[in-house]
């Protein structure tokens, strides 16, 4: 089964910047989907981001257009996602998840179609 790693988190000042990592084991990542997901505190988990398996594809929320960066190496096994001025309420533990499908598409709000997930990484943004 694959299995993801993310890593990078931390705790960092409002305005700041964070590239968080996904690293996967046991299959290549050039055929999957990736999203980044997240969860604060009390809160509904949230899709972020995702990039489609050869990268030719990459949605957005809303809440982080603008500011938020992904892009993946397929060479490395690695997705990454760059967080630029960050806010407080970009608070939450960010996980990436992988979706099997190749091709020129990926959803960043279904996280039903989403079959494997890492352990997650805490982003905790100071104001």
């Known amino acids: 089964q694959l299995q993801l790693v993310e890593s990078g988190g931390g705790l960092v000042q409002s305005g700041g910047s964070l590239t968080l990592s996904c690293a996967a084991s046991?299959?290549?990542?050039?055929?999957?989907?990736i999203g980044w997901f997240r969860q604060a505190p009390g809160k509904e988990r949230e899709g972020v981001s995702c990039?489609?398996?050869?990268?030719?594809?990459?949605n957005y929320a809303d809440s982080v257009k603008g500011r938020f960066i992904i892009a993946r190496d397929n060479a490395k096994n690695t997705v990454y996602l760059q967080m630029n001025s960050l806010k407080p309420e970009d608070t939450a533990v960010y996980y990436c998840?992988?979706?099997?499908?190749?091709?020129?598409?990926?959803?960043?709000?279904?996280?039903?179609?989403?079959?494997?997930w890492g352990q997650g990484t805490q982003v905790t943004v100071s104001s």
């Open positions: 998840a992988a979706d099997p499908i190749i091709g020129d598409y990926c959803s960043h709000d279904r996280d039903v179609d989403y079959g494997s």
């Open positions: 046991r299959f290549t990542l050039d055929a999957y989907a």
């Open positions: 990039i489609s398996s050869h990268g030719s594809r990459a």
